[in-house]
């Protein structure tokens, strides 16, 4: 193992740390296993903002062409997400219910990172591509946090609405507070997509002098951007507000989910991920 | 010393005397006060449900008589009346009676939070008295982490088991902050003055009341606070609240869909949680079919409640178990301390003996070289190490009080006096 590997290792190993207390501050909702759980989940999120800043000088590119390093990226993505959310509100139980995935996201970072990858285009080695990566993966995880806040909000609506009172998830937080964090996640993953979306616009003319408009990948993303501006005006606009908004959430989740990963397994694109 | 709980409960005197028993908090010092000299550390605990004094005393009976004297005299009661309604426990028990009341498994309503902070307020007046010594204070303590334990460890806390709490906890898992929504109670019974008292204690901040008798609501807002409407005041103001209480007497629906149809038009997408405690009910079934309307009927609440006590069972199930470890823990704690004296007089004396046969034994061997002397000095310390370690382990685990005077004063007898006794024989 070289020393990337090893920092990956030990990143997920904070990881499962972190998402240990979590689960336990789950069980018993005692503060000291949130407060941990959030130690080690920010320890994590350091180191692995560490190794890919020391990737990057190492290498003088972000590693951002390696399956390795666009897992890696995207949990650093969604520890960001996850911490900007604590941020904002303190609601301890989400922490718990989305450490696992980052741990899972870090896992893979670590089993992948042994695998040889496609190399990307030398021009395309800048550091405007690897803003742009490193903002649609920040859109992403937001996205992801909303859309998983949605799912949380829907649960929780439903045993309100009909009365089926399960004890393990009536531990979610009110629906009031679910609903604004998803209106937040997914503002935020809004405009972290759009901006990823502009800069790699900027990348591509400057290379290729042409946008590739028809790439499925730039497609899918702008039908993301529509369905979730969709759901704004829903929300500001008709002012619909529960399940219903939250049905664009998902729909809209399960396109930038294809398009992030489906796209390239299924069709043509110009994206090596 | 021994350490003792006496008093008396709702569960062994009603009411009637336990409203005679109890002490308001400006006489609980001079209680306490009355006390010194016969219990150097006690505390005092008095509550709406319990009269309880917690102490580390060596004049047990003493202390019976003064403290039903003390109670008679503030409360003028026959004393043949005192000791009816009054439990007493001792040691293990005693620890265990206190852990149950700090987690509130003594409580009426089992789960509620404020006893764990009556408990610590009572050991604060024993503190400022200067009555919390390092036996009260080790005991309070673990009972306080003991209690912490039950309410993050179990189910306990998180269990309403009566409808109006249901209310409020449903209330709340609808809305983050009680106090930004605005709540409105149609009618001024007592059921619904009940869960309505539980939504301001919740946190409920903007509060009206609507009745067919506008003085009954007056009245009620008298005691509740808010603002008093008549009815059709109250049912115009739908569209401004989030929480709605209806508790209405009549034979009909008060709120039907229709009429709710066009109020949550207006709500631009605003939640509305309505509570139906009202027999015959006064919301019509259909509304609860209504987007962003959450309704609850009596049996509804009542369901929840039965399903929670249910659960609550098996919580206090879990609590005791875990009680009881947490006071066999106290138990080998105490142990250990009152223990360790003799530990380290028998430890020091062995250490001694020890010493002095090894400083003959060099000086009779004084060209053995160092390496040796090394190994002997080794040898003597592992023998005295290995021969104490097996007494010592078992001594701490010795729990009964009389069981660990004995072994204390035979250890004292057989190794610590030995001397004394020759010269007694000689």
């Known amino acids: ?116 990858v496609p190399l990307m285009d030398s021009r395309l080695m800048t550091l405007g591509m690897a803003s742009h990566i490193m903002l649609t993966f920040l859109g992403f995880s937001h996205f992801t946090l909303g859309f998983g806040i949605g799912v949380a909000y829907w649960v929780q609506e439903g045993q309100l609405k009909y009365h089926r009172i399960k004890n393990w998830s009536y531990r979610l937080p009110a629906l009031e507070d679910l609903d604004r964090l998803t209106v937040f996640y997914i503002g935020l993953g809004f405009l972290f997509w759009l901006g990823g979306l502009g800069l790699g616009a900027v990348q591509a003319f400057e290379v290729w002098n042409k946008l590739p408009l028809s790439d499925p990948k730039i497609v899918g993303s702008f039908l993301v951007l529509m369905i979730y501006a969709g759901f704004f005006l829903l929300r500001w606009g008709f002012k619909i507000h529960g399940r219903k908004s939250m049905v664009l959430v998902m729909v809209g989740y399960v396109l930038a989910l294809f398009t992030f990963v489906g796209v390239r397994a299924f069709l043509n694109t110009q994206h090596i991920f | 010393m021994k350490f003792i709980a006496y008093g008396l409960n709702h569960a062994t005197a ?30 005092f605990l008095s509550t709406c449900n319990r009269v309880e004094f917690y102490l580390s005393t060596e004049k047990e009976e003493k202390f019976l008589e003064e403290i039903r004297e003390i109670l008679n005299r503030l409360h003028r009661l ?45 050991y604060r007046e024993s503190q400022e008295a200067g009555m919390a010594g390092a036996t009260l204070n080790g005991i309070f303590q673990w009972a306080f982490s003991a209690a912490k334990r039950v309410r993050s460890q179990t189910e306990i806390a998180r269990m309403p088991v009566n409808v109006s709490s249901v209310a409020v906890d449903l209330a709340k898992k609808i809305f983050s902050v009680l106090s930004e929504h605005p709540a409105l109670l149609l009618g001024a019974g007592e059921m619904g003055e009940l869960t309505a008292k539980y939504l301001v204690d919740g946190g409920v901040k903007d509060f009206f009341i609507a009745n067919r008798t506008l003085d009954k609501a007056k009245a009620l807002t008298d005691r509740l606070g808010g603002k008093a409407l008549s009815l059709s005041e109250g049912l115009s103001r739908l569209g401004e609240v989030d929480i709605l209480l209806t508790s209405l007497g009549g034979g009909s629906f008060i709120l039907k869909r229709s009429d709710l149809e066009g109020v949550m038009k207006n709500r631009k997408g605003r939640s509305l949680f309505v509570i139906d405690i009202g027999v015959p009910r006064n919301v019509e079934p259909g509304v609860g079919n209504l987007e962003s309307v959450y309704l609850y009927n009596i049996d509804d609440l009542s369901a929840i409640a039965e399903a929670n006590k249910g659960g609550r069972q098996r919580a206090v199930e879990d609590a005791e178990a875990l009680l009881k470890e947490e006071v066999n823990q106290l138990c080998a704690w105490l142990n250990e301390r009152e223990l360790a004296p003799t530990i380290i007089r028998l430890r020091g004396h062995f250490e001694a003996v020890r010493e002095a046969k090894l400083r003959e034994f060099l000086e009779k061997n004084k060209d053995l070289p160092d390496k040796e002397k090394t190994a002997v000095e080794r040898l003597t310390r592992d023998l005295i190490g290995k021969l104490l370690h097996d007494p010592t382990v078992n001594l701490k685990q010795v729990t009964g009080e009389s069981d660990r005077f004995d072994y204390a004063r035979m250890l004292n007898d057989i190794f610590l006096n030995q001397d004394h006794s020759r010269k007694d024989r000689g």
């Open chain 1, 1 to 116: 193992m070289n020393l990337p590997n090893i920092a990956l290792a030990v990143t997920a190993l904070l990881y499962a740390a972190g998402c240990f207390f979590s689960f336990r501050y789950y069980r018993s909702l005692e503060d000291s296993f949130d407060r941990s759980a959030i130690r080690w989940l920010s320890a994590a999120f350091f180191l692995q903002g560490l190794a890919l800043a020391a990737g990057w000088v190492a290498r003088g590119y972000a590693p951002l062409d390696s399956l390795e390093g666009i897992l890696s990226a995207f949990s650093f993505a969604l520890g960001a997400a996850l911490l900007i959310g604590r941020l904002k509100t303190a609601l301890p139980v989400l922490t718990s219910l989305f450490a696992p995935f980052i741990f899972f996201v870090s896992c893979l970072a670590f089993l992948f990172g042994l695998k040889p």
């Open chain 2, 14 to 43: 009603p009411l009637s005397v336990r409203e005679k028993y109890a002490v308001e908090p400006e006489k609980v010092r001079e209680v306490l006060a009355r006390l010194k000299p016969l219990a150097p550390e006690a505390a």
């Open chain 2, 78 to 122: 026959k004393p043949a009346e005192v000791k009816k309604y009054f439990y007493l426990y001792e040691g293990p028990q005693a620890f265990l009676h206190l852990f149950r009341v700090a987690s509130s498994l003594d409580s009426m309503v089992v789960g509620e939070a404020q006893i764990l902070g009556q408990v610590k307020e009572a």
